[in-house]
């Protein structure tokens, strides 16, 4: 028996699950994969949800895909969940994704413009392109990381937005009521972080991304977060659970 504990493996553990269930039909629809948390909470999340079609969206989610119009970008494309059917109904789509897998598993859903990158160096990918809605669905907001990072995220996407643009995401209000909830508020709060920071990667066999950090944040903080770095909320669907889509404008005075 191997005595030594080596803990996963660090690597593209996103691409890994989403190549598996892209291959097998099984996989796809009963597949798990792990959210592991910074405080060792785990959350067990099915892999179908990654792949699934429009007939299944929730109300939310088609709330904030009849918002989407002209030039598309997509700051984490995953398996093309939106991607495909945008570019069925005619759009033009970029997708951007940081997995090599993802990158891979959406060509072959059919995505035709595909790059492997961060979205918090967005603006060095694609400038001078300019898009007239730029997507964070599927839990994107929370990709923004902490609201100093934000704030510089968000101001590179005027570098690569049309005037009128839209940023169309889906976010998560941080938990301040369960037990494990209200230790992470207080241990944030002490910290000086916002109370829904969290740090977490995706585990997958025994492979793990890097941690990541995650801003939780309802949906009228993060407008005044955004305020500052030129976008303004305009309009917000609320899920029957702790998650919203939102609709941000490009300002381009005032912040
Ligand atoms: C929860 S999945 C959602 C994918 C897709 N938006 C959807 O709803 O099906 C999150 C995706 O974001 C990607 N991702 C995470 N951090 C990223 C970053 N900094 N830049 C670009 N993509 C990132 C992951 O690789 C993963 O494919």
Redesign the pocket.
Known sequence: MNTEYTGPRIGDA?GLLLRDANASEATRAKGKHVREFYDGYLSIVDTKD?FRRPLDWPDETWWGYERIQGDVLD?????G??AVPLQDDGLAVAG????PG?VEVAKLRGVTDVTCG???EVASIYAPRRFDTVLL????LL?LRSPDKAGATLRQLHQVTARDAKLIGEGAVPDVDSPRGKQLAANNLRAGLWPGQQRARVRYQDVATPW?DLLYASASDLARLTLHHGWRLAAVKESQGNTYVAEFHRMDTGF
């Open positions: 996103m990654l700051l984490s494309v995953g398996a969940r939106f951007l994704d940081i997995s993802a961060d979205l918090n669905l599927g839990m994107g990709l990541s």
